[in-house]
């Protein structure tokens, strides 16, 4: 499937399965992404390909030489926000090109929008198989850029990325260690980045951009909950015990990846003390609406924990609602805190698997963190 961008086109590839009952679903791959699609409809030369988790959805017609053309809608960027897309049946690679194998490999000190006021940094980590498929992410000080799959070929890299919120595309221009090029996020935003090869390069701690607000010592919130029930932190079902509050949203893929891993610390840990609560805050306007999504967000995932509505996502207006926090930069982010109602440590972002060995990292350091924090 390609989606039109208007200056540029967005590649990615999926595949049809029927089931036994003849009921159709998709699977969509990004690197080793797999994201199952079971909400497929016919009705005559008609085809819509539900999204599982994020609100948006496919379109178009089916022609008799077996592709398929319409509109990819994504509500969650308003109404009328859809792009063109254009699909066709058979093997194919993402990218054209003759690939050059392994000059991608390695770590990029990559800079977005370099010059601008609002340039920030990152950290291109790539992986050049055999075969020239390049795989990887950027990391940024508030999260990743999830699982990115192209190619290199002799002097360009391209890269692209679908899950059903993200539609990403990147390319620029390949001089040895050097690139230059563009990144689109579907039809409403694009910016250039450029990149040298740093095996050295860093971001800031993620534990060191959020953190209390002077004068405040504890975190205090008081939200309904997905069933309607209010929950805070003076609730009896979480007096005495160590808590992990995560602030997210619906609409966000790295809290997806985040929300898998905090059930995966929920299933070891709570019968030891831990509690975890999500506060999520959405982009729908209508609180009817917005609780639906997170319903639909915790019963798709089969989140065991309370997901908390807290309002809008606009940063400002989430900022006033938890005002203990100096800032909210990104989400998600994860406050963790003590038996004692002390905040041990506030993490802004998240780093999911795509990124690999960054991921695994702080897999295994948020085991050991989670280890001493009921052990106190």
Same mark, same amino acid.
């Given at each position: 499937? +390609?989606?039109?961008?208007?200056?540029?086109?967005?590649?990615?590839?999926?595949?049809?399965?029927?089931?036994?009952?003849?009921?159709?679903?998709?699977?969509?791959?990004?690197?080793?992404?797999?994201?199952?699609?079971?909400? +497929?409809?016919?009705?005559?030369?008609?085809?819509?390909?539900?999204?599982?988790?994020?609100?948006?959805?496919?379109?178009? +017609?089916?022609?008799?030489?077996?592709?398929?053309?319409?509109?990819?809608?994504?509500?969650?960027?308003?109404?009328?926000?859809?792009?063109?897309?254009?699909?066709?049946?058979?093997?194919?690679?993402?990218?054209?090109?003759?690939?050059?194998?392994?000059?991608?490999?390695?770590?990029?000190?990559?800079? $977005?929008?370099?010059?601008?006021?609002?340039?920030?940094?990152?950290?291109?980590?790539?992986?050049?198989?055999?075969?020239?498929?390049?795989?990887?992410?950027?990391?940024?000080?508030?999260?990743?850029?999830? $699982?990115?799959?192209?190619?290199?070929?002799?002097?360009?890299?391209?890269?692209?990325?679908?899950?059903?919120?993200?539609?990403?595309?990147?390319?620029?221009?390949?001089?040895?260690?050097?690139?230059?090029?563009?990144?689109?996020?579907?039809?409403?935003?694009?910016?250039?980045?450029?990149? +040298?090869?740093?095996?050295?390069?860093?971001?800031?701690?993620?534990?060191?951009?959020?953190?209390?607000?002077?004068?405040?010592?504890?975190?205090?919130?008081?939200?309904?909950?997905?069933?309607?029930?209010?929950?805070?932190?003076?609730?009896?079902?979480?007096?005495?015990?160590?808590?992990?509050?995560?602030?997210?949203?619906?609409?966000?893929?790295?809290?997806?990846?985040?929300?898998?891993?905090?059930?995966?610390?929920?299933?070891?840990?709570?019968?030891?003390?831990?509690?975890?609560?999500?506060?999520?805050?959405?982009?729908?306007?209508?609180?009817?609406?917005?609780?639906?999504?997170?319903?639909?967000?915790?019963?798709?995932?089969?989140?065991?924990?309370?997901?908390?509505?807290?309002?809008?996502?606009?940063?400002?207006?989430?900022?006033?609602?938890?005002?203990?926090?100096?800032?909210?930069?990104?989400?998600?982010?994860?406050?963790?805190?003590?038996?004692?109602?002390?905040?041990?440590?506030?993490?802004?972002?998240?780093?999911?698997?795509?990124?690999?060995?960054?991921?695994?990292?702080?897999?295994?350091?948020?085991?050991?963190?989670?280890?001493?924090?009921?052990?106190?």
């Amino acid at each position: 499937m +390609v989606l039109n961008l208007g200056d540029a086109s967005l590649p990615f590839q999926f595949s049809f399965t029927e089931g036994d009952t003849g009921a159709l679903s998709i699977r969509v791959s990004n690197a080793s992404e797999i994201i199952d699609v079971p909400d +497929v409809s016919v009705k005559g030369d008609s085809l819509t390909i539900r999204m599982p988790l994020f609100d948006s959805e496919f379109i178009g +017609v089916l022609d008799s030489d077996s592709s398929y053309s319409g509109f990819w809608h994504n509500y969650l960027k308003g109404p009328n926000y859809r792009i063109p897309f254009t699909a066709k049946a058979g093997a194919a690679p993402r990218f054209s090109g003759t690939a050059f194998t392994g000059q991608a490999t390695g770590r990029w000190k990559t800079v $977005f929008s370099p010059g601008a006021p609002e340039a920030y940094n990152a950290i291109g980590v790539f992986e050049q198989h055999a075969d020239g498929v390049v795989v990887g992410t950027f990391l940024t000080e508030t999260g990743d850029y999830r $699982f990115l799959e192209g190619v290199a070929t002799a002097d360009s890299l391209m890269l692209s990325c679908f899950d059903g919120s993200h539609a990403f595309l990147f390319k620029a221009r390949l001089d040895g260690e050097t690139l230059a090029g563009r990144f689109w996020s579907g039809t409403h935003w694009h910016e250039p980045w450029v990149a +040298v090869k740093d095996s050295a390069f860093t971001l800031r701690n993620p534990d060191s951009l959020t953190s209390l607000r002077e004068g405040y010592e504890m975190v205090d919130f008081d939200f309904p909950d997905t069933e309607g029930r209010t929950w805070s932190t003076s609730d009896p079902a979480l007096h005495g015990r160590p808590l992990l509050v995560h602030i997210m949203g619906s609409w966000c893929p790295n809290c997806v990846d985040e929300t898998r891993l905090l059930k995966e610390a929920y299933a070891k840990y709570h019968d030891r003390g831990l509690e975890v609560v999500a506060i999520g805050f959405e982009k729908y306007e209508d609180p009817q609406r917005a609780r639906q999504a997170l319903l639909r967000f915790k019963n798709r995932l089969q989140v065991p924990y309370p997901i908390l509505f807290g309002g809008s996502a606009s940063k400002d207006r989430a900022s006033a609602k938890l005002p203990f926090l100096n800032h909210l930069i990104s989400y998600p982010t994860c406050i963790f805190i003590g038996r004692d109602r002390r905040v041990r440590r506030i993490r802004t972002g998240f780093y999911g698997p795509g990124t690999g060995a960054h991921y695994e990292h702080y897999r295994k350091s948020l085991d050991a963190f989670l280890e001493s924090l009921v052990a106190e």
